[in-house]
C-alpha cells in the first residue's frame, strides 16, 4: 500500500470513529445512563430516585449544612416529617421515614419536600416507585355472629374507630424514638400482614398487622419510647395499648388479657405494656401488632431493619418524663 492509500485509510478511519462518538453522544443525550462504571445503578435514592414494596419504608435523605431549617415532605397525599440526620456516619442533613401503605398504588409517585430556613425556602422533587407485593389469601369459615356485627355492634365499632381517629389527629412535634427498635414478644410470627381475608365467601380488609403467636400472659412490651396515646379494650381488637413515637410513627399492640401502662405515660423500649390474650375477635392468644407511619400502614417488621442502630444517642437523647406533656409534647 501507498503512503496515498495508507492517508486515506487514516482519514477514513478517524471519520467514522468520530462519527461513532457523536452517535454515542446522542444517544446519552436521548436516553440518560449513568456512566460511573462500578457505580450500583439501583441504589435506592440515587439521582433522586427511590423503590420499595407496599408496606415497607423508605429512608430518604436531604443533604444540607442548615441544621436550623424545617423540613417537610407530602407522598401521596400524606405528610412526611422529616427530622436531623442522627447517623454519625452519613453527611449532614434531614431524613424522612416514607411509609408505603399496603394498598398504595404500584407505580411512580412524587414525593415533594420543601425546605425553609428563616426567609428562604426550596422545593425538592424525588421519585419513588411503589412495587407491588404479593400477599397471602386467607380464605376463613366462621359462625355469622364472628364476622357480622349487629346493629348495636357496628354502632359500638364506628364509635372506637371515631375514638382512635380523634386519639391519632395530632402527631407529637418531636421524635421520641431512638435506635434498636424490638420485637415486642418472644413468639411465633404468622408472616400475615397484607394478607387478605375472605371470610364466608366475602372479602375483607387486609390485615394490617403481624400476628405473633405466644402463651396466654407472656409479657409485651414496646418496641421503641413513645407516649401511651391511648387505651382500649375495643369489639375486634380487645384490649389494646397505642404507642406515640412521635412524628406521625405509631405502634399498636392488640388482644392483650391485661394492659401495663396508662395513657400519656412515657415507656421505653422493652417496657412491659400489656399481655398476650385473645380478647376481642381472637380464635387464641396471640399479639396482633401494628405500626402506621404518616397514616400508611406498613409491615411491623420493617422498622427492625431501619438504618439508625449507630446513630448519636447522647446528642438527641429521648425527653424524660419531665419534659413530655401528657399529650406527648414538649412541656412550657
Known sequence: MNHMAIRRYRRSTIRVEWLVCVAVLLAAYAFPIDLSFGAPADRNGANGQYSGKQGEIIVVTVPSEELSAQVQGTFLGRPVNFFPDPRTDEPKGYVGLVGIDLQDAPGTHELAVRVTSGNDSRSLSYQVKVLKEKFRVEHLTLPKNKVDLDPKGLARWKAEQAQVKQALAADSPMRLWQAGFVEPVNGTRTGKFGSVRIMN??????????????????????????????????????????????????????????????????????????????????????????????????????????PFKDMAQAAIASPSAESISAAGEPSP
Do not use: C
Not at 400519656?264 to 396482633?288: D, F, M, N, S, W
Not at 401488632?289 to 406498613?298: H, I, P, Q, S, Y
Open 201 to 306: 365467601g366475602k372479602a375483607r380488609n387486609p390485615h394490617n398487622g403481624e400476628d405473633i403467636g405466644a402463651p396466654n400472659g407472656t409479657d409485651v412490651v414496646a418496641t421503641n419510647d413513645g407516649v401511651v396515646r391511648l387505651t382500649v379494650d375495643h369489639i375486634f381488637s380487645g384490649k389494646g395499648v397505642f404507642l406515640d413515637h412521635g412524628l406521625g410513627f405509631y405502634s399498636m399492640y392488640f388482644h392483650l388479657s391485661d394492659v401495663s401502662v396508662e395513657e400519656g405515660e412515657v415507656v421505653r423500649a422493652g417496657q412491659i405494656v400489656g399481655k398476650v390474650g385473645a380478647t376481642g375477635r381472637a380464635t387464641g392468644p396471640h399479639l396482633h401488632w401494628g405500626v402506621k407511619l404518616n397514616g400508611a400502614r406498613v409491615n411491623p417488621y420493617a422498622v427492625l431493619d431501619l
